[in-house]
C-alpha cells in the first residue's frame, strides 16, 4: 500500500507537470547524487507510485547540478554496498527467500530492486544523463525506454575496476540493448567513456547541449504519449519487455490475443470510431484500472 | 490435411514460378488489401501450403494495387476484429483451450495465427511491399526473413492510436529485429513512417524503385536457394529462429547434432561428394520428407 | 581432471606469455588447420586448462600458416563428420544420454563440444583470424568475446551448400551476435565473404594489416585484464552470457546479488581501498578458486 499524499523524499524531487510529465530527478548534488540504500528505497517507491499515479503519464529522470549519479556512495563506512557479512547466501537462499528480511536488506542487491521496480513500471521512463553517471549511475540507465545525453555526460562500468561485478541486472539489460561483445567490453574494462562513444554503440539515442537536455526529452515524453491510451502505452511497455524476451512466439499470443480482446472492447471502441469521424480519440481508460488478465504473469 | 488440387483464395493469389519462387499477393485492391478473418485463413493456409510444396523453393510476399496492406478492415461493423465480445477470457483459457472453437474463433488474435504459421514454415519468406503497410500489414512482415520495400512504402505500428494493442506476435519478434528501444518507440508513438526510417531503423533491407522491387525480391529468393539442400534449407530457419531464443547454448546443441547426423548420410553424401568433384550438387532431400527427428520441438 | 604438465597437443600450440595472454594457434598448416576429432577433444581440453590456469588472463586465438581453419577436414574417409551412421538417434537420446560414449562420440556434433567448452571458460576469448575461417572455422569463432581480422581473412557458412546444417551451437550464437536477418542470409546463401562484410554486418570488431593482427588483438587482450580482478573478469563472462539469455531479469537479479556480496567482501575491499587511495588495486583473488555460488548453475 503506498500512500502519497504526504510524501518527502530525502534524496529525489518528484514533480509532476501539467502535461502529465514526472520529472524525477536525483537530488544530492552535494554528494554527486551519490547512490546510497535511502536512495534505493526512495527510488522504489517513487516508480511505485508514478506506475499507479494517473496524472503521470511518462516519466523524465536526471540529476541535480554537474552528475547525474557519481555511483554508490563509498564514503559510508562498513560494507559500503549495505551487504551483512556474517551472512553465507547461496542460490536457494535469493529464490526461496527473496522477501525474508535477512536476505532483502542484508544480502539482495539494492541496484537490482531499483530496476525491477522501473521494469515493472507502467509509463515510459527516458532518461535525462546531465553529467556523470558511473557504476549504479549508469546501470539505473538501462531499464529505461529511451535514454537522452548532455555533451557533458559520462558513463562507466566500473565494477571490475573495485574488484566487484555489475548489478542492477545490468547483466540482463546490458547485452539485450547493445549487443553482448559491447556490454563486454565495457565491462571488463570498467573505464569511464564519453557522450559520443555511448550514442555510437547505442545505449543512448541523442545528445544535446545542456541548456536543452531536460526540454527535449520532455518534449520527447509528451509526443509519445499525448492522444494515446494509456492503457494501451502500459500494455506495450510490459509486452516488448517481457514477451521479447520469451522462448517462443506462442507467448506473445497468448498475452496479445488477450491485450487485444479486452481493449477493442474499452478504449478501441473510442479509437476506432475517432478514426473513422478522422478526429482525436478521447480515451478513458486509465492505468490504474488495467484490464482483468493483467498482470498476466507472476513474478 | 491441406488439399491443395483445386484452391481458390478469395483475398490472395498463389503463383508459383518454374524458378520454385511463390509468388503470393494480397489481392483486395479496392480495399488497399485490408485485413479480414477470411484473409487470416487463407494466410494460414497458403503459408502451410507453400511449406508443404516441394515445387516451392521460397516465397516473395506482396499487395496488389498500390498498398501493401492497409490494415485491419475497420469497416465491417461489430467487433472489427472478430472477436465474440460476451466472452471473458483469461490467461488459463489462452494456454489450455487454445484450440477450442469459442477461444480459436472468438478470442485468438487472428493476426497471430497468421505469424504463428509463417514462424512454422519451412521456406524463406520474403516481402517486397510495395505501398502502405499498416497495423497488421506491418506486424505480418515481421516473421519474414528479409524485408524489400518500394520507395512508396509507408509502415505503421498504429495500435496505440486506436486504443488497442501490438499483435501478430510482433511483441516478440519486433524488439528481436530492431532492439527493444526503437520498438517502443514506434508502437508508443504510434504514427506513420517511410521507408527510409525503417531502412535506417533495421526493419527492412534494401529500398528500390517500385517497377523493380518484384524482380530484385524475386532474384534475392533465387540466389538463396538454387543448388542448396532444401532440407538444409528448411532445418536452418527452423533452428535459427526456435534455437537463437532459447536460454542456452545446450538446447541448439541437441538438436545441430542430430541435424548433422541424418543430413550428413543424405543430402550431405551427395554434397561432400560434388564439392571434392568441384560440381553442383545435384540433392534429392524434400522439405515434404523431413528427417526423422523433426518436428524436435512440441508447439 | 586435467593434468597439464605434460601436456603436448598433435593440432594446437598453447603458449602462455608473462603478460597472461594464452596464444591458442591451430596449427595443421599443410591441412589449412582442418578440422578433425582430435582437433575438437584438444580445443575442448586447452580451453578447460586455460580456464583454470591462474597464470592464463586472457586467450588470443589464431591458425597457423596462411588459413584461420578452412573447415572440417573432408579428405578423411568413411562419415568425414566422425559420427556413427548406424545409429538412429532421437532428442530424447540427446536430452538423456549426451555423455553416452555410443552419444558422445558417434552423435554429438564436435564444434559444439568445443563451443560448449568455449562458452563456459572463464577467461576473456579473442579470435585474431588471419586467413581463411570456413564452416567450423567460422562457427568457432562465435562465442568468442571479440574476433579480429586481417585483411585476409575469409568467412563462410557453408554448410547448406554441402547438404547439411550450421553448426558448433552458430544456430544459437549467430542471431544473438548479428541479428536473425544476416543469420539466415549467410547461412541460407553459404558463400564465401570478406572481411570487409564481416566488420559491416558486425561479426568481426576490426580489420588489421597481417602483420599486426597478432599484436593488435594481444595489445587489446592485455588492456582489458590489466589491474581487473581475475574473479570480476570471470564471473561478468559468465553472467553476461548466461543470464542475458534469460527470460526475465529476476534472474539476473539473484546471481549478480551473490556476486556482489562474495566479491564486495574479498576482492572489493582492496578494490574500494585503492580507489580511495587513488592507486593501482592489488587483487589477490583467483579464477581457480571461485566464490562459493559458482557455479550457480546445473548445466
Chains 1, 2, 3 share one sequence.
Not at 24 to 51: G, I, Q, W
Not at 187 to 206: P, V
Amino acid at each position: 500500500m503506498i500512500e502519497n499524499a504526504d510524501v518527502e523524499y530525502a534524496t529525489l524531487r518528484y514533480e509532476v507537470g501539467s502535461d502529465g510529465i514526472l520529472l524525477l530527478t536525483l537530488s544530492r548534488p552535494e554528494k554527486l547524487n551519490a547512490f546510497t540504500v535511502e536512495m534505493c528505497d526512495e527510488l522504489v517507491h517513487a516508480y511505485t507510485r508514478a506506475s499507479k499515479d494517473d496524472s503521470v503519464r511518462a516519466i523524465v529522470v536526471t540529476g541535480e547540478g554537474r552528475a547525474f549519479c557519481a555511483g554508490m556512495d563509498l564514503s559510508v563506512g562498513g560494507n559500503v554496498f549495505g551487504l551483512n557479512e556474517s551472512l553465507s547466501p547461496t542460490m536457494e537462499d535469493m529464490r526461496e527467500r527473496a522477501a525474508d528480511p535477512a536476505i532483502l536488506n542484508g544480502v539482495r542487491d539494492t541496484g537490482g530492486r531499483v530496476t525491477l521496480a522501473m521494469y515493472d513500471c507502467l509509463k515510459p521512463i527516458i532518461g535525462a544523463v546531465n553529467g556523470a553517471a558511473v557504476g549504479i549511475g549508469s546501470t539505473m540507465l538501462l531499464p529505461m525506454d529511451f535514454r537522452f545525453a548532455s555533451e557533458k555526460a559520462r558513463f562507466g562500468f566500473v565494477f571490475s575496476k573495485l574488484g566487484i561485478t555489475p548489478e542492477a541486472c545490468s547483466t540482463w539489460f546490458l547485452p539485450r540493448i547493445v549487443g553482448i561483445e559491447q556490454a563486454l567490453e565495457w565491462t571488463y574494462r570498467a573505464e569511464i567513456f564519453d557522450a559520443q562513444e555511448a550514442l555510437a554503440k547505442g545505449l543512448i539515442r541523442a545528445i544535446y547541449p545542456p541548456e536543452h537536455l531536460i526540454d527535449e526529452a520532455r518534449e520527447f515524453a509528451r509526443s509519445l504519449v499525448k492522444d494515446r491510451s494509456p492503457i494501451s502505452i502500459a500494455l506495450i511497455r510490459q509486452m516488448m519487455n517481457r514477451n521479447g524476451a520469451q522462448a517462443h512466439p506462442i507467448e506473445a499470443h497468448q498475452v496479445e490475443s488477450l491485450a487485444m480482446f479486452y481493449t477493442s472492447r474499452a478504449d478501441g471502441k473510442e479509437g476506432v470510431q475517432a478514426f473513422l469521424d478522422k478526429r482525436a480519440p478521447r480515451f478513458s481508460g486509465k492505468a490504474s484500472a488495467m484490464p482483468p488478465f493483467f498482470p498476466w504473469f507472476r513474478d
